[in-house]
């Protein structure tokens, strides 16, 4: 069981970026998938998540409208669509697939595999 995040990498800001994040060993069509990101010095937050079907989203006040999530459940991927990025979306990025009631879609707790992070660096 295992998640596998990446696609992060160094961009200018006002650029664009797209993580992955690839599931194997469980069925990632029947979890939902959040996406955190954690900064130096700061708490992890959430960015971003999406329901098993692929049909309901949520983000944080602070990327919505700049990024999108896709969920391929044919390719047990899902994908975080960044646009626009700022210097303070700079961070290292984590996904999470889990099974949480809609109230706790937002925070870490609500799920339980995590992968390993990828990390975004948004500088001129």
């Known amino acids: 069981v295992q998640l596998q995040a990446s696609g992060g990498g160094l961009v200018q800001p006002g650029g664009s970026l797209r993580l992955s994040c690839a599931a194997s060993?469980?069925?990632?069509?029947?979890?939902?998938v959040g996406w955190f990101r954690q900064a130096p010095g700061k708490e992890r937050e959430f960015v971003a998540a999406i329901r098993a079907n692929g049909g309901n989203t949520y983000y944080s006040d602070s990327v919505r409208g700049r990024f999108a999530l896709v969920k391929d459940n044919s390719k047990t991927t899902v994908y975080l669509q960044m646009n626009s990025l700022k210097p303070e979306d700079a961070a290292v990025y984590y996904c999470a697939a889990g099974i949480p009631i809609l109230s706790a879609i937002r925070t870490s707790n609500g799920y339980r595999i995590w992968g390993q992070g990828t990390l975004v660096t948004v500088s001129s």
């Open positions: 060993g469980f069925a990632l069509e029947r979890y939902a």
